[in-house]
């Protein structure tokens, strides 16, 4: 089966326009999850969902930061008015909710977003 | 944002050796991951531990939960060219799906 894709692989926009960064979990999985990573960094937590909600958006830096995923499946992260800050991989990651203490986060390839 | 404190940075080591890396916090954690990313592409579920002391091994990598539950490590016996890539530590606090990682290790080997 497929794993975590995530389109583009690669964004070059200019300072100041709004980016959509897409992602599609793996079949079934309910839980989404999006993280940043930046040059020679560890990922960072965004926001997660559970089905549609988000269920922690905790990580999100700002309001210009903002996603959704209306049917439960596909999620799109949206980052308005871009910063040069922001350029970094933005990784999405989907789970199984099998009730165990840690339900496997299998993450896609990440789309490497350049803000010029 | 909060990352975890991941030692050391990069290793160059010969084919053959063994490498340790370790990984501390400042929180309690309930659950202790060590993932493998290559060059473009995410980072992969190399070990899970969930009990503090746990000792897990998988193939040549052993990996355990610190006692106190704020330290983990991960050992690597006897490396291949295909161990080449960055390391990282994530830690699950109890109650929280989010994961908090480390800044990773790089490690190198020389055939």
């Known amino acids: 089966g497929a794993g975590v894709s995530q389109t583009p692989s690669n964004k070059v926009t200019e300072k100041g326009k709004y980016v959509e960064l897409r992602c599609d979990p793996i079949?079934?999985?309910?839980?989404l999850y999006w993280y940043r990573q930046s040059l020679g960094q560890g990922p960072e937590f965004l926001i997660y969902?559970?089905?549609?909600?988000?269920?922690?958006d905790s990580g999100l830096p700002n309001d210009r930061f903002f996603a959704v995923r209306p049917e439960g499946s596909v999620s799109t992260l949206k980052i308005q008015r871009t910063e040069r800050g922001d350029s970094a991989v933005y990784l999405c990651?989907?789970?199984?909710?099998?009730?165990?203490?840690?339900?496997?986060?299998?993450f896609g390839p990440g789309t490497r977003l350049t803000v010029l | 944002g909060q990352q975890l404190n991941q030692s050391p940075q990069s290793m160059f080591i010969q084919e053959g050796e063994d490498v340790s890396m370790n990984c501390t916090s400042s929180?309690?954690?309930?659950?202790w991951l060590w993932y493998k990313q290559d060059p473009g592409e995410g980072p992969v579920l190399l070990i899970a531990?969930?009990?503090?002391?746990e000792l897990t091994s998988n193939g040549r990598l052993t990996a355990q939960f610190g006692i106190t539950r704020k330290d983990s490590f991960l050992n690597i016996s006897a490396s291949i060219p295909s161990d080449v890539g960055i390391y990282f530590c994530?830690?699950?606090?109890?109650?929280?799906?989010?994961?908090?990682f480390g800044k990773g290790m790089k490690l190198t080997v020389n055939p």
């Open positions: 079949s079934g999985h309910t839980a």
């Open positions: 994530a830690g699950q606090l109890s109650g929280s799906e989010k994961l908090v």
């Open positions: 531990l969930y009990k503090a002391g």
């Open positions: 929180s309690i954690f309930n659950t």
């Open positions: 969902f559970q089905g549609t909600g988000a269920a922690d």
């Open positions: 990651a989907s789970s199984q909710r099998l009730g165990r203490v840690y339900n496997e986060q299998f």
